[in-house]
């Protein structure tokens, strides 16, 4: 009988890890995720438009219609990344991914020391460089670290209204997003 019991229990807990390691790999393993859907429609360092006024992304549907969202995607590997945006009134925040679809930093424009949105993205020896040698033009930025070299940035724009979008669109076409050679 002590047989019997042990033998089930072994199996519900062997079943049970099984189970987990199904659902935390299906991230990984998926081939429809958010990361696939940006790198497959988002130009790298390109500001893209992913509510409904601009590229339709499975993985946006479900976003707040007051808010206008926006994506650039970086590759670490030829420098850092980094996007600047002038100071909209309004809120915004910013939020850096990589290509697991994991955030690895995210900010507002309560938190940071000016208005503009000034964001860079390294990886950690990169980053060392940067503070080993500081560049003037990086004084003010806010610095994300991420281990990964993919990845992609999400910018929400608070858009109360659609009388707002002309504001929306101007601030859009003044997104910079680029990759600098260390």
């Known amino acids: 009988m002590g047989r019997i019991i042990y033998a089930t229990l072994v199996g519900l807990v062997g079943a049970a890890l099984v189970h987990l390691a199904v659902i935390l790999m299906l991230p990984q393993l998926s081939e429809n995720d958010v990361w696939r859907q940006v790198e497959t429609r988002v130009a790298l360092n390109d500001p893209v438009r992913l509510d409904r006024y601009g ?8 976003l707040d219609p007051m808010f206008a969202v926006i994506a650039c995607r970086y590759d670490l590997s030829a420098g850092i990344f980094s996007i600047t945006a002038p100071a ?4 915004w925040s910013v939020a850096v991914f990589d290509d697991l679809g994991r955030i690895r930093f995210s900010a507002n424009d309560r938190i940071v020391a ?18 080993q040698s500081p560049r003037p033009e990086l004084a003010d930025a806010v610095m994300a670290e991420t281990n990964r070299s993919s990845g992609f940035v999400v910018l929400r724009i608070f858009r ?20 600098t050679p260390i």
């Not at 590229?55 to 479900?62: N, Q």
């Not at 909209?88 to 809120?91: C, L, V």
């Open 55 to 62: 590229v339709e992304l499975a993985a946006a549907r479900t």
């Open 114 to 131: 000016t208005e503009n949105l000034d964001l860079v993205v390294a990886q950690p020896l990169q980053m060392r460089i940067l503070r």
């Open 160 to 179: 109360p209204d659609e009388t707002y979008e002309p504001v929306v669109r101007e601030f859009i076409d003044r997104i910079n997003c680029n990759t």
């Open 88 to 91: 909209t009134g309004d809120f």
